[in-house]
């Protein structure tokens, strides 16, 4: 039995370490002494990839393929067509690019006029639906609003809410838009 | 004796209501047009803050104060003309920072309330309001009334500003370890000094860290004579101030408390670099483009002093130029 006793805690160990290993151990210690390897994968982290995805697979990258959107697609089959006139046209001339992509918009129009669903198809277009659950103010109307608003999947760690992309390469306040991870 | 008060009431009566009368724009074509230009104002860029903030303030008091001051004045107006009035009032307080113009944004609110016309998001915009002006009860109080406001709830926040006799700018500070935020006076500048202004959600500071980390000796050279500030803002995203100062300690992310307090600091896009000297500004890089600007830090660094011989550019950055 005493054997028995030893084999148990023999295999209990060996089994444990590797969960301990899995479950991360302690934290590290918040010291000077954190990797470059470690603060690189903080700043690359799955969020960034996700938005990549997203990025690599929009419609409109840059203002020439918007104007071709625009004259080629009826008013009927363009989510944008759910916008009043001036608030589409503001929210046109707010948008930004660079050779990424979108870089910024303004949102106050779409949270003022659509909800999560419609805004969702209209930034869909430009690669940048994951923005979404940002605009606080966009009015909920059904469930699946509800998800797009509180979907972890959406939820933006690299887009910047009350700023805009500026050059030479910074983020500078500006009221009610937004600076996208391309910025 | 009584025709002389007669006349002094009669003509201060007079000019009171002339003064009224050329204040108040008489149209709501004017207001709608003063509020397009206010908008284009606040799209331009600045170098200076102070100066971008000035102009914006000024424009306000000139097409809008008035009806803040006199909000019977907004009784008569379309209902549409009060709310560019609230939406002015609160574009101008997100770009001070004054509690002031919040409190102006409140009494535009009230009048749309009195036409029935406030609504949710009108309420979740003040509640951003009062953080970035600071007000904090405001704030609270403002998401009790409203329980459906569906805002992020603002956590405890522990003042530890008791006593600060030399007027030292303060900021807010996120634990890195429980997320808990405190308001405390930022430590005295050195002689030399970097101050980073930046933001763990802004894309051009994780990539101006990204690029600075691979160079581990003017990475330390920074940090050590680095403090990095975070803007003034209504923003309640605390937990990404904790996971960037848990995930780079040696870079831990305060947020001013009130951006006009750091009297040296008149830009506060992200990322800029001041260096300082003796309290001075003696250079500043501004922003992080895809090239870096590595070669202009070790400039600025120079400038006050630091040593960077041995700090040279790395093989990819030298193959760029």
Same mark, same amino acid.
């Given at each position: 039995?005493?054997?028995?006793?030893?084999?148990?805690?023999?295999?209990?160990?060996?089994?444990?370490?590797?969960?301990?290993?899995?479950?991360?151990?302690?934290?590290?210690?918040?010291?000077?002494?954190?990797?470059?390897?470690?603060?690189?994968?903080?700043?690359?982290?799955?969020?960034?990839?996700?938005?990549?995805?997203?990025?690599?697979?929009?419609?409109?990258?840059?203002?020439?393929?918007?104007?071709?959107?625009?004259?080629?697609?009826?008013?009927?089959?363009?989510?944008?067509?759910?916008?009043?006139?001036?608030?589409?046209?503001?929210?046109?001339?707010?948008?930004?690019?660079?050779?990424?992509?979108?870089?910024?918009?303004?949102?106050?129009?779409?949270?003022?006029?659509?909800?999560?669903?419609?805004?969702?198809?209209?930034?869909?277009?430009?690669?940048?639906?994951?923005?979404?659950?940002?605009?606080?103010?966009?009015?909920?109307?059904? !469930?699946?609003?509800?998800?797009?608003? !509180?979907?972890?999947?959406?939820?933006?760690?690299?887009? !910047?809410?009350?700023?805009?992309?500026?050059?030479?390469?910074?983020?500078?306040?500006?009221?009610?838009?937004?600076?996208? !991870?391309?910025? | 004796?009584?025709?002389? %008060?007669?006349?002094?009431?009669?003509?201060?009566?007079?000019?009171?209501?002339?003064?009224?009368?050329?204040?108040?724009?008489?149209?709501?074509?004017?207001?709608?047009?003063?509020?397009?230009?206010?908008?284009?104002?606040?799209?331009?860029?600045?170098?200076?803050?102070?100066?971008?903030?000035?102009? %914006?303030?000024?424009?306000?008091?000139?097409?809008?104060?008035?009806?803040?001051?006199?909000?019977?004045?907004?009784?008569?107006?379309?209902? +549409?003309?009060?709310?560019?009035?609230?939406?002015?009032?609160?574009?101008?307080?997100?770009?001070?920072?004054?509690?002031?113009?919040?409190?102006?944004? $409140?009494?535009?609110?009230?009048?749309?309330?009195?036409?029935?016309?406030?609504?949710?998001?009108?309420?979740?915009?003040?509640?951003?309001?009062?953080?970035?002006?600071?007000?904090?009860?405001?704030?609270?109080? @403002?998401?009790?009334?409203?329980?459906? $406001?569906?805002?992020?709830? @603002?956590?405890?926040? +522990?003042?530890?500003?008791?006593?600060?006799?030399?007027?030292?700018?303060?900021?807010?500070?996120?634990?890195?370890?429980?997320?808990?935020?405190?308001?405390?006076?930022?430590?005295?500048?050195?002689?030399?000094?970097?101050?980073?202004?930046?933001?763990? $959600?802004?894309?051009?500071?994780?990539?101006?860290?990204?690029?600075?980390?691979?160079?581990?000796? %003017?990475?330390?050279?920074?940090?050590?004579?680095?403090?990095?500030?975070?803007?003034?803002?209504?923003?309640?995203?605390?937990?990404?101030?904790?996971?960037?100062?848990?995930?780079?300690?040696?870079?831990?992310?305060?947020?001013?408390?009130?951006?006009?307090?750091?009297?040296?600091?008149?830009?506060?896009?992200?990322?800029?670099?001041?260096? $300082?000297?003796?309290?001075?500004?003696?250079?500043?890089?501004?922003?992080?483009?895809?090239?870096?600007?590595?070669?202009? %830090?070790?400039?600025?660094?120079?400038?006050?002093?630091?040593?960077?011989?041995?700090?040279?550019?790395?093989?990819?950055?030298?193959?760029?130029?």
């Amino acid at each position: 039995t005493a054997m028995m006793k030893m084999t148990h805690m023999a295999l209990l160990l060996a089994f444990a370490a590797p969960c301990l290993a899995l479950a991360g151990g302690p934290p590290p210690a918040s010291t000077d002494s954190v990797s470059v390897d470690g603060i690189i994968a903080y700043l690359d982290d799955l969020a960034s990839q996700q938005a990549e995805i997203q990025q690599a697979t929009a419609q409109i990258q840059s203002h020439a393929e918007l104007a071709r959107y625009l004259t080629s697609t009826p008013a009927e089959r363009s989510p944008l067509s759910k916008l009043s006139a001036p608030a589409r046209q503001r929210f046109l001339s707010s948008i930004t690019f660079n050779e990424h992509g979108i870089t910024g918009f303004s949102y106050a129009d779409l949270a003022a006029e659509l909800t999560p669903t419609e805004i969702s198809a209209i930034l869909r277009l430009f690669g940048a639906e994951r923005t979404v659950p940002l605009m606080k103010n966009a009015h909920i109307s059904n !469930h699946v609003d509800s998800l797009i608003m !509180h979907s972890p999947y959406l939820m933006p760690s690299e887009d !910047h809410e009350g700023y805009a992309c500026d050059a030479p390469g910074d983020c500078v306040k500006m009221n009610d838009h937004i600076c996208t !991870h391309n910025c | 004796m009584r025709k002389s %008060l007669l006349v002094f009431f009669l003509l201060s009566w007079f000019c009171t209501a002339s003064l009224h009368a050329q204040t108040l724009p008489h149209t709501t074509d004017s207001i709608r047009q003063a509020h397009k230009a206010f908008e284009a104002l606040s799209m331009q860029r600045d170098a200076s803050w102070r100066h971008r903030i000035s102009k %914006l303030e000024r424009y306000y008091q000139d097409h809008f104060s008035a009806y803040l001051r006199s909000p019977e004045s907004m009784r008569a107006m379309p209902v +549409d003309d009060v709310r560019l009035v609230y939406e002015t009032a609160r574009a101008v307080a997100f770009y001070s920072g004054k509690a002031a113009y919040a409190d102006d944004a $409140l009494v535009a609110l009230n009048a749309l309330r009195a036409r029935h016309a406030e609504n949710k998001a009108d309420l979740q915009h003040l509640y951003r309001t009062y953080i970035s002006t600071r007000q904090f009860t405001n704030a609270r109080q @403002l998401a009790q009334q409203h329980p459906s $406001l569906d805002v992020k709830p @603002l956590p405890t926040i +522990d003042d530890h500003v008791m006593d600060n006799p030399d007027a030292r700018p303060t900021v807010l500070t996120v634990s890195a370890e429980t997320g808990h935020v405190d308001h405390v006076v930022a430590p005295p500048l050195q002689d030399t000094q970097i101050v980073v202004i930046a933001h763990p $959600l802004c894309h051009f500071t994780r990539d101006a860290v990204r690029d600075l980390v691979r160079h581990p000796t %003017l990475w330390k050279l920074l940090t050590q004579h680095a403090v990095w500030i975070a803007p003034q803002d209504g923003n309640v995203e605390f937990d990404a101030f904790q996971h960037w100062n848990k995930a780079i300690p040696a870079a831990h992310i305060n947020i001013a408390y009130q951006q006009s307090d750091w009297t040296m600091i008149d830009y506060w896009g992200t990322p800029t670099f001041f260096f $300082l000297k003796h309290g001075k500004v003696v250079d500043r890089v501004t922003g992080w483009p895809k090239e870096g600007r590595v070669d202009a %830090l070790l400039a600025g660094m120079r400038a006050i002093g630091l040593d960077v011989a041995g700090i040279g550019l790395t093989p990819a950055t030298a193959a760029s130029k």
